[in-house]
């Protein structure tokens, strides 16, 4: 069962203010722009893995899995990844660890508990390398954007994610959307095997496809799909 947590902001801190597009989530935040049409509307987040031996036989792993899954719906000005930026605390911990409460007591610490209603966090199970894991979030006239990530395991901090995908096309909201998604090395621990790791790293966030996935080339085939659906 889908536990849910909610936290708001009067401020956001600087950390989480998003610093340009985002790469991996659909259209740029825009603040400015217009709002929802309807007050609130419900999203079911289905994300379908294809994480085979097969497509990634270079010491696959007899254990892999996606998880602890997590969906957070949010303002446009609350940012939880970017590409080309440093993981924050939270982010770190989640992605080094999975852990979620690590990961959700950074964000409620550090935007305060009391507030606007900024962004509300929901997680699932976690998600073989061949399954469909769903979750459901809604959206209303403050938290527009999605923020999805699911953990691979074991790995030295690499995960599937979309950052700050935007619901609102002009003046409706999207129907549904289906994105790919690929590896995402979050910066925090050296190692290019599933097992590794090497030490901290301080690098940035981003995409990832060296060894080990692949076939002996650039990886062309995405870990899995998220498909993002309106509901109601």
Not at 54 to 77: K, L
Not at 104 to 113: D, K, M, Q
Not at 167 to 185: C, K, N, Q, Y
Request: aromatic share 8%.
């Amino acid at each position: 069962m889908n536990k849910l947590f909610k936290w708001s902001c009067l401020v956001v801190l600087s950390f989480f203010i998003s610093c340009g597009g985002d790469d991996d989530g659909g259209p740029d935040p825009d603040p400015t722009g217009p709002g929802l049409p309807e007050a609130s509307a419900s999203y079911n987040l289905d994300f379908t893995t294809n994480f085979t031996e097969e497509n990634n036989p270079q010491d696959f792993p007899a254990n892999a899995s996606f998880g602890t899954i997590v969906a957070i719906t949010h303002a446009p000005e609350v940012s939880v990844f970017a590409l080309g930026q440093a993981a924050s605390e939270g982010m770190a911990l989640y992605a080094e660890s999975g852990d979620v409460e690590g990961l959700s007591s950074f964000i409620s610490t550090s935007l305060g508990e009391d507030g606007d209603g900024l962004f509300s966090i929901v997680t699932s199970g976690v998600s073989g390398p061949q399954a469909t894991t769903n979750t459901s979030v809604n959206v209303n006239l403050t938290r527009t954007r999605i923020t999805f990530l699911a953990r691979l395991n074991p790995s030295p901090d690499w995960f599937l994610g979309v950052s700050s995908f935007n619901v609102v096309d002009g003046e409706t909201l999207i129907d549904m959307e289906s994105i790919e998604l690929r590896p995402i090395d979050a910066g925090v621990v050296l190692g290019n095997t599933y097992e590794a790791n090497d030490g901290e790293e301080n690098a940035s966030i981003s995409l990832y496809d060296g060894a080990p996935f692949g076939n002996g080339n650039p990886l062309t085939e995405p870990l899995a799909t998220l498909t993002i659906e309106r509901v109601d």
